[in-house]
């Protein structure tokens, strides 16, 4: 059984960090993919971040870029997301999600996804 769980969400002061963890059960295998996302209310998901189980590839959202690190801990089943320099703007629920369609940060090509994930930067 495939299975997601987000955490490491919170709230922080503009230009703080955190960092989001997704444990992976059932899925975590080589050429699978694993991408975080995010979405506020009445808004659509946004890809923010995406990784290739045992590889090297990793793709980011233009938002994101240089402030937003993916990576993986196979040993852990665990793909994290560090977040560092936040603004107001990443304040969204974050969601991690896996699929065997190749990275991607489109939400149509992931097949599992977990409940999500608060973060809530402050200005």
């Known amino acids: 059984q495939v299975q997601l769980v987000e955490s490491g969400g919170g709230s922080v002061q503009a230009g703080g960090s955190l960092r989001l963890s997704c444990a992976v059960s059932?899925?975590?295998?080589?050429?699978?993919?694993v991408g975080w996302f995010r979405q506020a209310p009445g808004k659509e998901r946004e890809g923010v971040a995406t990784?290739?189980?045992?590889?090297?590839?990793?793709t980011y959202a233009d938002s994101v870029k240089g402030r937003f690190t993916i990576s993986q801990d196979n040993a852990k089943s665990t793909v994290y997301l560090q977040m560092n320099s936040l603004k107001p703007e990443d304040t969204d629920m974050y969601y991690c999600?896996?699929?065997?369609?190749?990275?991607?940060?489109?939400?149509?090509?992931?097949?599992?996804w977990g409940q999500g994930t608060q973060v809530t930067v402050s200005s």
């Open positions: 990784i290739l189980i045992g590889g090297n590839f990793r």
């Open positions: 999600a896996a699929g065997s369609r190749g990275p991607s940060l489109l939400a149509s090509r992931y097949n599992y």
């Open positions: 059932g899925y975590m295998y080589s050429g699978n993919s």
